[in-house]
């Protein structure tokens, strides 16, 4: 169980038949967000847990790609929208909503319109754990979510990189305002193993995500390789954490750290 939070239904925007939902943030775009939240998303399925996944990154929804799935899901009556599903989890994403290559360029109360919508109309039926793939940053979603539904709390990912903690810092800060718990900070894009030569590299700089969580009090949860196959299984829709590599080993440890 997720610290033990009990099931959240007492907001507007939890979806009934989910008993824990969990957000993941970050700073700055591009730090890895969205492959954090598909691994971790698989790795769970594979744990045995019903997971859903809802892509609420407006900016660049990447979860069709990642997952491998991208159709308008049905509406059979034009009001509840069937979730897809891929690798054992339950998806949804904003970018079935739009146009492929076309921004969407939304005033918050229409996004707001829209995450309500991702959040009760879709059919997610029973899960144990429904994870949000935010946008990056701090705006409307994380607002709307932060305010209109009862979060069981936030995972934060970033790189070790100076300028990504900075931002990590205030989405941190975002989360304690809205009284959403933190429940640890993930490191990606750690270090770089040479495929060659063997050689380890900190292309980001090393240990900055690490003595950020300690200075904040929050767990350091995971620290993750760069690593080739993990963008390419990425690009390819079939998340790592499908395989059996150190990278899905790390991912199921984890789901299991979450899931105690
Ligand atoms: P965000 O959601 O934060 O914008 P993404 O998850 O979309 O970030 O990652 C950005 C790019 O970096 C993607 O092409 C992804 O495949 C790649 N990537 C993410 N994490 C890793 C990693 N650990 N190793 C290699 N490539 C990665």
């Not at 429940?183 to 894009?189: H, Q, S, V």
Request: hydrophobic share 45%; with cysteine.
């Amino acid at each position: 169980k997720f610290g033990g939070h009990a099931k959240p239904q007492s907001q507007p925007m939890n979806p009934a038949g989910v008993d824990r939902i969990l957000v993941v943030g970050s700073g700055k775009g591009g730090v890895g967000k969205s492959t954090v939240s598909a691994n971790l998303a698989v790795a769970l399925a594979r744990a045995g847990r019903r997971v859903g996944l809802l892509d609420a990154d407006i900016y660049g929804p990447s979860q069709p790609r990642m997952m491998g799935i991208n159709k308008r899901p049905a509406s059979p009556d034009g009001k509840t929208i069937i979730p897809l599903q891929a690798h054992g989890v339950t998806l949804m994403s904003i970018g079935f909503m739009l146009e492929e290559g076309k921004a969407a360029v939304w005033r918050g109360p229409m996004l707001m319109g829209a995450m309500q919508q991702m959040m009760t109309q879709v059919e997610w039926g029973e899960l144990d754990v429904l994870i949000i793939d935010l946008p990056p940053g701090t705006g409307d979603v994380q607002l709307t979510l932060g305010q209109k539904a009862e979060l069981t709390g936030a995972l934060i990912v970033s790189t070790p990189q100076d300028v990504a903690l900075l931002d990590a810092r205030k989405a941190i800060d975002m989360f304690q305002t809205l009284k959403v718990p933190i429940l640890g900070m993930i490191e990606n894009m750690s270090t770089y193993i040479c495929p060659t030569c063997g050689t380890e590299a900190h292309l980001f700089g090393h240990g900055g995500v690490a003595a950020e969580a300690e200075k904040l009090g929050v767990p350091l949860l995971a620290a993750l390789p760069i690593d080739l196959d993990t963008r390419l299984s990425g690009d390819a829709g079939t998340p790592i954490a499908a395989g059996d590599g150190p990278v899905a080993q790390g991912f199921a440890q984890l789901a299991d750290r979450l899931i105690k």
